[in-house]
């Protein structure tokens, strides 16, 4: 399948999944496009929504790491992994620089876990931790990982940090440990309180503003409208792994 | 998989009962975990009774842990997050016991029982402003540079 | 043909006891070993978030795939009833279970939490091929097991041949589930072909069988029993048919990546440009591990030389597990392709050729493996009755002549 017909059955499955919605929607007289971003503490997460990112790589700025450091501050990591050499440190998201061989041309763009709805992390996983949350977000269940490192080596995106070392004072919301394999889980503690993530939050502080998070089902969300309009595209389109991260201008 | 877990926990229950005469003397009767900052509600000292909790603590957590891991549940009830808020306190001098040390509450226990657990392989054995201030104190420079720099 | 009598070595001298102190203290070590890496993390390791597998998952890797091609003598005398294979089937089967037994240990005392396996063994993500694997190898040691049984224990010896054909099957599903765990990584350039599953089945035929040759060479001479040319020269002719199918799926291998464009890069790397890994391709893997062996096998002097042979066997030992090295590190070495066309650079390390350093702990941990299952076979062979007593042209052809 190419990728501008991936993109037109993506667009045709929102459109109806939004077509649904607004028929649930418009009888209680809820607002349409907050459906999806109020989640009460008690509530599961449910299919109905489905959590991307776009990332314009024209806006991003190339000396710019506001996004990497707001995640280190949110999750801790990047620090404290004193025995590790650099090539053993975790990194949840790094700034990435790609020069085109033919043109020279430079940009520069975040890249991470890039939460495919078929990722090839929860397909080799022996035990199941790594998986996928029914919104979309592929993180590891380190209570059940035996850190066999199957999936960094299936990730196509190398999203995916081991922990070779003892690590201590994490973050309530981000537990990480010895011996168990991590990586972005978008921050799933912030968007369950229906706040966007770390480094959507420090690009749009930044003003920069090369980030949007939302939801990919929703299609009023602007997220949605955005993709609609402009398109995105996925890193790896060839794999055909549909990732919730989506960018603009590579 | 329930039933090695079963196996276990009666393991551990008898192996606990053979060693305790050998184990307490006439001074010391058992852990004497520290007090919890506070009670649960008006009514409720903790968030299920205490004899429930003293013999459950362990299921209620992996029932939670599940549901907030893979469901995204978020409330409070049954969050290890908030066992540590309210029963991980400081002493008179404003210090934190670190898991591992007799005076941490989940240790205070667990030690005595000979239990190993690995929550805090991955989970902080402190509050998370205690964990915050110590975290900070020991890398002045966080944050500051991108890790891993070539 | 009369009945092969088996017998217990006796396993009284000296040196049968030093062999087992020596056995023993490698795996001690390797035990050792594991501690020493899980004791603080595995950074003491020279693996890394770059080269995530390394030195023991070489071993692992090959020790396991040898497990099933060690299965091959018993195979040819169940499945394809060739009587003359027939006294070496229990070894066979012995040797089977302590490869398998060997390359596990070295497996699970990798990860990186080993405490967990009990979780491994009750949790299973049926998409994995990990998950499958895991039930091969499981399978493996009790369908090997009944199968030995079913030799060993007279009035079971009807049942031998339906037991022998189970185990041929799954040994082949296993071979080819370990490959794919290979094949299935998409993702990965020096991965994703679905050739790695036949490929790994053919390189524990020559692999599991040089192992299973080197042991009833050492054990009949240690122990003064005789073994005729006509075993020997049927399992040596076999080996070299083996190596010479592995040297044939290594070409197909590469010259289907180099006929396709998108696999120029990875191709380049390990064949021309790889450094260390083009030398481990060329002269250890090809030369070493599969030019020179089959020199060996089939040239009229040194193919009837028993050095000579024991020489081969080695090599291809040595040369399987540079085999292993170059297809586990040389693939992770090689840098993913996120950006086709384009050149990456990050704090990451995209882009880059990424190093790898084994360190002792894992070779001692790689190591122990073997000695793990040498060990058992060393130790089984005295206490049950695995070896027959004679392995004499006339003792196994009736119609022998001299």
Known sequence: MSNSEQTNNYRRKFLAQSAAVAGLAIAPGIILNQVAHTKADADKVTDATRWGMLIDTNKCNKGCTDCVTACKTENAWGMGETHSSKEQQAQWIRKVTITDKQTGHVQSLPLMCQHCETAPCVDVCPTGASMKRADGIVQVDKHICIGCRYCMMACPYKARSFVHEKIELQKPTAPRGIGTVESCNMCAHRVDKGENPACVEAC?????????????????????????????????????????VRYQGL | MMSIRQFAKHLVVLVGLTALPMLSNAGELGPVP??????????????????EMRKNHMEFLLHKRDETMREGVRTKQHSLTECIACHVTPNDKGEYARFGDDEHFCSSCHNYAAVNVDCFDCHSDLPEDASNKLRSSKNPHQNMTEGGKK | MKKAVFKQIDGNSINYWMLLALLGSFALAAVGAHFYMEHGGHYVTGMN???????????????????????????????????????????????????????????????????????????????????????????????????????????????????????????????????????????????????????????????????????????YKWTDRPLGDATFNRLKNLLGVFVAGVLYFVVAQHLTNLYATEHHGVEAFILRDGGIYTQLFWYGQIIMGGLIPLALIYHPTTGKSRTAISIASILIVLGGLIQMYVIIIGGQAYPLELFPGKEVSSSFFDGVVNSYSPTLAEALLGIGGFAVTLFMVAFAVKIMKFLPESLADEAVDPHHTK
């Open chain 3, 49 to 219: 978030n770059q080269i995530v597998w390394g030195l023991p998952h070489v071993f692992a890797v090959f020790l396991i795939v040898a497990a099933s091609g060690a299965l091959n003598v018993a195979s040819i005398s169940s499945v394809f009833n060739k009587t003359a294979y027939k006294p070496l089937a229990p070894l066979s089967t012995l040797v089977a279970i302590a490869l398998l037994s060997g390359g596990l240990m070295v497996l699970v005392l990798d990860l990186g939490r080993p405490d967990r396996l009990i979780v491994a063994m009750t949790i299973y993500n049926f998409k994995s091929i990990f998950a499958w694997n895991m039930i091969f190898y499981n399978g493996f040691f009790l369908i090997v097991g009944v199968y030995a049984w079913t030799m060993l224990q007279r009035n079971l010896n009807q049942y031998s041949r339906i037991a022998g054909f189970t185990a041929f099957i799954w040994r082949l599903a296993l071979t080819t589930g370990t490959g794919s765990i290979f094949g299935f990584l998409v993702a990965r350039q020096a991965y994703d072909a679905a050739i790695m599953g036949p490929m790994f089945v053919v390189m524990s035929f020559s692999f599991g069988l040089a192992i299973f040759l080197l042991i009833v060479m050492a054990t």
């Open chain 2, 34 to 51: 520290p007090k919890a900052k506070a009670n649960a509600s008006d009514t409720t000292k903790c968030v299920e009774p205490i004899g």
């Open chain 1, 204 to 244: 749009s502080k930044a003003e920069h503003g090369a980030m949007i998070f939302g939801d990919l089902k929703d299609a009023n969300s602007a997220i949605s409208i955005e993709l609609k309009k402009h398109g995105g595209e996925q890193i790896r389109a060839d794999l055909g792994l549909n990732t919730g």
